[in-house]
């Protein structure tokens, strides 16, 4: 077996109600915390979250200051424009409270905070220099699992992709699953932040890089899913069924740290970059189609997911127990209203070429796919979302 290895943050408080118990826990960031600076988007100020925080840390003398420009996917400009609000001003740690955007808007402007490299500079793996300001990452969708990984996306609109920082210093050190902070999700986003969380989940499973460690949270992340996602997202109050959810968007996030994502991926990353699609919805457009081109290679690792995935498949084969997995995610694509044809978006036939191209110099992720892609077999998964 060959050598693998597994990071992420330093201490994880779960469960309900847990954000009331932020200002306790802030000492293990940092024990002398004077000022603090809350990213978000402007949705969380019409809610209590930011209230409920400022009131905590000013309770213990913190200054607290709040930005809320950060867009729903950041581009690089967007996050540099929020740094130069910021970059003459102290704060001892920054939180990051929203969705995934938000998340990894808060780990980048920590590590611009001490650091004289661009965002460009950084683009890659292993190229930031140094630690940047302590986080504490509040998450309230169940999709990226960005609290727990050392990632961060950013959209480059004049390549018309989406590019990632990979990084230990973009670990939080502290991370706070609420799943309170959940319950007021609009329908559409429950479905595309949960399909993104099983995908990540999905791909870290059969990816050229799982390994034990992976595979553990990875078959975790799936079951409680699988479990819990129509539940959540035909009643969204369900208590119950929203901290499956965000404890399996957790998973998912450790699961694709140890082990990496692939082709869904990287094929989702053209279509958010120069379409705006948002990436849940992309991902989970394509992952049914990826995992039928892949299935040659992955049979028998995709039919390993069927049992935590909830489906009877004793007496199937591995081949008929594989289709069963891709059947019910195109099910679940249904339930859950996921868009399926791409020019709903703008997506034209001549334009199938030039975004193949653009997904295959996704190297990074398509390197971790146990099949390697072709522009041809690229451009036709694209295509079966033009129906």
């Known amino acids: ?74 581009t690089v400009s967007n996050i540099e424009r929020v740094f130069q609000d910021i970059c003459n001003e102290k704060y001892d740690v920054l939180i990051g409270i929203g969705g995934g955007s938000v998340l990894d808007a808060t780990k980048i402007l920590s590590v611009l905070k001490t650091n004289s490299q661009s965002i460009r500079d950084m683009l890659g793996t292993d190229l930031v220099e140094s630690s940047g300001i302590p986080t504490v990452l509040i998450p309230t969708t169940s999709g990226t699992g ?37 319950l007021g999700l609009p329908k559409p986003i429950t479905a595309a932040t949960g399909m993104d969380a099983f995908t990540h989940s999905l791909e870290s499973f059969i990816s050229n890089k799982a390994n034990p460690m992976s595979d553990m949270f990875a078959l975790e992340s799936i079951r409680l899913i699988s479990s819990s996602i129509v539940d959540a997202y035909q009643n969204g109050a369900d208590i119950a069924a929203r901290e499956k959810m965000l404890l399996g968007s957790m998973y998912g996030g450790m ?3 140890a082990a990496g994502t ?16 948002p990436h849940g919805e992309a991902n989970s457009m394509l992952l049914p189609h990826v995992m039928e081109v892949n299935m040659e290679a992955i049979t028998e690792r995709l039919s390993l997911v069927a049992e935590p995935m909830g489906l ?57 796919n146990p099949k390697t892609l072709n522009l041809k077999e690229i451009e036709s ?6 129906a």
């Open 255 to 257: 699961a694709l740290t």
């Open 1 to 74: 077996m060959s050598v693998y290895r597994f990071q992420t943050v330093n201490q994880i408080i779960s469960g309900e109600n847990s954000l009331q118990s932020l200002g306790e826990h802030l000492y293990t960031v940092n024990r002398d915390i004077e000022s603090a600076l809350v990213v978000t988007q402007p949705f969380c100020l019409e809610l209590d979250f930011i209230d409920t925080i400022k009131n905590q840390l000013q309770a213990r003398g913190i200054k607290v200051d709040v930005v809320t420009d950060i867009l729903p996917e950041p």
């Open 312 to 368: 009877t498949v004793s007496g199937l084969t591995p081949e008929e127990a594989a289709k069963q997995v891709v059947a019910q995610i195109v099910q679940w694509t249904e339930t859950l209203n996921i868009p399926q044809n791409l020019k709903k978006y703008g997506v034209q036939e001549e334009d199938l070429s030039a975004l193949a191209v653009s997904a295959s110099k996704v190297k990074r992720l398509l390197d971790n």
């Open 146 to 182: 960005s609290e727990v990984t050392p990632n961060a996306i950013v959209t480059i609109p004049d390549e018309e992709l989406k590019v990632g920082i990979v990084s230990r210093f973009l670990l939080p050190k502290l991370v706070i699953l609420d799943p309170v902070l959940t």
């Open 381 to 386: 998964i694209y295509r079966k979302l033009l």
């Open 262 to 277: 692939a082709a869904v991926h990287a094929l989702a990353y053209p279509l958010g970059g120069k379409y705006g699609i």
